[in-house]
Every structure is written in C-alpha cells, then in structure tokens.
C-alpha cells in the first residue's frame, strides 16, 4: 500500500486547512504576522503576540519548552537523537501559502519611507463650506394692532399704561401700524405685532442673517424700529406693553397708495439675531413701534403726527403681507 502524505507536508494547503482548521488557522496567523512586522519591530513587542502554535498530536521531547513563535505542524515527530538546545530542524513547522516568502530580517518597509522615519503625509481633504439655507415666513394672521386713545394728551397715560383701549387682528392694512397723534382734545399711540412660525427651522441651526419685511401703505410720518414681542398668541388689549429689550433695527418708513406697496427692510442687530435664532424650532414673537417717540420716550408735541401706514397678513395681495425672511447653516 502506497506512504499516504500527511496533509500539511506541504505547508498551508487548502488539504490541511480542511484536516486541522484551527491549527491552521493559528499557524496562518502567526507566519502572516511575521511577514508583515519587520524583525526589528517585532523584537520590541509583547510575547504574548507570539504564541507557540503546537498541532495535534505532537509530542515534545522531555525539558523542551518552545520559544514564543515556534509553529510546529500536527503529528510531527522529533528525531530521536534531538535533544532541546540543538537547531530545529530544516522541516520545522509548514511554509507559508504558495507566493509568499519572508525576507532576511523580516518584512520590508515600503521604498519611500526609511526605517525610524514617518510615513508619507497625507493633506487633510478641503472642508467644503457648509450652504447658507434661506427661508421665508409670512406671519400669522393673528397680527395686528393695540392702540390707546386718551383725552385730554397725558404722554405717560398715553406711553406707559398696562393696557390698550382697543385692538384689531381682522385688518388688512391699517393707516396707523405704528405712531401717535396729539390733538389735545384727541390723542392716540398705536403698536403692532407680528407672528412668526420656526418650527421648520432645526433648532441646531446656525443664524447668519434675519430681515423684517413690512410694506409701507398710506403714511409714512415716522421712524419705526422692531424689537422681542411678548404678546399673548392670541393678541388682546393687555399686550399693549408686550415688547422686551432693545430695539433691532430702526428705519425711515417708506409707503404707497396702491398694491404693491414699497417694503421696508429691518435687517436686524446681533441682539435681534440672538432672539431670533432662540426661537428656531418655535415661534418668533415681533413689536413694531415709533422710534422718536415712543422707544425714546419723547412726548408728541400738541397737533403733531407721527403715525406709519403698513399691511398685516391678511391682506389679499400676498407681495405686500409681513415677512421673516432668515438665512441659517442646518
């Protein structure tokens, strides 16, 4: 009967992964291991990286105790004048796959980087800037106006009482969104507020510019600035005080007798910008109010008139309703 050979006589073969799998796998491992670290690399590591890979069957001779990366194949069998401290011999463990040699001294570094020396340097990639998003919101058809009417002219009543005597959502356009009139006999001081739907804003975002648009109609007798509204989400005669802080932006008012009327730009200040960003994901609450006067606090002089005509959301011509228009990095 023919010698049948041993299925790692030849090393690694796809006969001794299917006879000793696990051995194999070990002894793979290992030799790949030593293939791609060079010898003076792998010197320094730990040893517990070198494990001894013994296969099945094998039985060492009496005080030999391999050294960490000693791969000896299944069943192989010591000559018997071996004795440990001799050189192993020229069979010792299975070659590596067929195509792969291990050169003296281990691996070979690549040619263009020297031993002790960085590998080569990559630049990091170009950060591609982030796309500003812009988006515009039409305010609320619950806008409008609180107003206060006195007599006879009391500037303080006028400016600073809790509570408006009247209040209107249902306009379309109003020839008073903001300003006052003292005739003595008849005084008034009117301040608008808007509503400003977010909440398709990430509240991550990041602002990078916020504009007030508000088209001017009939009048144009006065500066007017935009500030933080408080008012209730619905707008009632005790939101006549509902504004908070500084203003954002303060402009001339511009107007026209016929659609489409002329817009007025507010492009809002850091602060503004702050608190509109706050409400990113939520609802932006805005007062508009007279700046010579009533942010100033200067009194109406007797038969002066300061008001400004401007549209609310209900108008029906939608160019000319109030817009937030926000530009922000998702």
């Known amino acids: 009967m023919a010698r049948q050979e041993h299925p ?3 090393g690694l073969t796809p006969e001794c992964f299917e006879a000793y799998p696990e051995w194999a796998k070990q002894a793979f491992a290992l030799k ?3 293939v791609l670290i060079p010898a003076n690399i792998s010197r320094r590591l730990p040893k517990g990286l070198f494990p001894v890979v013994i296969g099945p069957g094998v039985i060492l001779p009496p005080g030999y105790i391999p050294p960490p990366g000693t791969v000896i194949p299944p069943d192989y069998v010591f000559p018997p004048d071996w004795s440990p401290g001799d050189p192993l011999p020229p069979s010792f463990g299975p070659g ?5 040699t291990t050169p003296p001294g281990g691996a070979i570094p690549p040619l263009y980087v020297g031993i002790g020396e960085p ?3 990559h630049p990091p990639s170009p950060l591609v800037p982030a796309e500003p998003i812009t988006i515009t919101i039409t305010s609320s058809t619950n806008d409008g106006y609180v107003i206060r009417e006195i007599s006879p002219f009391d500037w303080d009543d006028l400016r600073n009482n809790p509570s408006g005597t009247g209040v209107n959502t249902v306009r379309a356009t109003s020839t008073a969104i903001a300003g006052g009139y003292n005739g003595g006999s008849y005084n008034d001081l009117v301040r608008s507020f808007y509503y400003f739907d977010l909440s398709g804003i990430p509240i991550s975002g990041k602002i990078v510019s916020a504009v007030l648009n508000i088209a001017g109609n009939a009048d144009d007798d006065g500066k007017l600035c935009v500030m933080e509204g408080t008012q209730n989400d619905i707008l009632g005669i005790t939101d006549y005080q509902a504004f908070s802080g500084n203003y954002f932006a303060a402009i001339d008012w511009v107007a026209g007798l016929r659609s489409p009327f002329p817009q007025n730009e507010f492009n809002f200040n850091a602060e503004g ?5 706050s409400k990113f994901g939520s609802t932006a609450k805005l007062c508009v109010r007279e700046f010579d006067h009533d942010y ?5 002089a007797l038969d002066e008139d300061c008001e400004s005509g401007g549209c609310y ?7 000319d309703r109030p817009k937030l228009t926000v530009t922000y990095l998702a």
Do not use: R
């Open 273 to 277: 910008l702050l608190y509109v960003q």
């Open 313 to 319: 959301a209900n108008i029906a011509t939608a160019i």
């Open 296 to 300: 100033n606090n200067n009194p109406i």
């Open 32 to 34: 790949l291991m030593n």
């Open 119 to 121: 590998g080569p340097v």
């Open 96 to 100: 590596l796959p067929p195509g792969v």
């Open 8 to 10: 790692c006589a030849d």
